[in-house]
């Protein structure tokens, strides 16, 4: 008994500093990316958040999206003080139809050209006058959440998901007024990459 309990010690004490030397290789990396002035690599698990906070996001999905409604005029993550990329953007939206009577049904989609992948998107239909108008469509997928901002009801639209995607789609309503939109986007790649402002080509909801 005795023989068992030492040999059960000399393994947790090993486990214990296996962990502690990995924890310390990456707290290692991190302190010579920043003195480097490098930014920290980024890690795959972290996820996307368009809710309020400084913090890194570390809470259930369902939590996450609690707070969507303070972007929707920013249309962007809050994940520290990153920022949106400067490059095209890697992603295309399309519309279809172009053209759809009041109350009509439009299929949206975001898609990474050449495969590219995202794992977060924030949607809007921007009028004219730059504010987001009709409604999207519940989904059954689970990362889907629909948002109202302003005094509209689920005007904005949001994927999150830990596991990275090539192509999502969404359905929206058109207003009961004529006008034109244009489907706007936020793309994010990862915690630390992410394009803002992606647009579709124009939507004329007719009379």
Partial sequence: MCILEAVAASCMQSLITRKMESLSVSVLVA????VAGSPIPDDPNRLISFAVTTEAPTTPLADVHQNLSSVCQ??????????????????????????????GQVT????????????GLFVQARNGNDEPVGRFLSS???????????????????????????????????????????????VVKSFSEFWFGVESGPVVVED
Wanted: aromatic residues 8%; hydrophobic residues 35%; neutral net charge.
């Fill in 31 to 34: 302190m010579l990316s920043l």
């Fill in 74 to 103: 920013s249309m962007l993550p809050s994940h520290n003080n990153s920022l949106p990329q400067n490059s095209d953007a890697p992603y295309k939206v399309s519309a279809s139809p172009v053209k759809v009577a009041r109350g």
């Fill in 108 to 119: 949206v989609e975001l898609a990474g050209l050449d495969d590219v992948q995202f794992r």
């Fill in 140 to 186: 059954d997928d689970k990362h889907v959440t629909l948002t109202n901002c302003g005094k509209g009801t689920n005007n904005a639209v949001s994927y999150i998901s830990y596991d990275p995607i090539s192509q999502f789609s969404f359905r929206w309503l058109a207003p009961e007024e004529a006008t034109t939109v244009r489907f706007r986007a936020t």
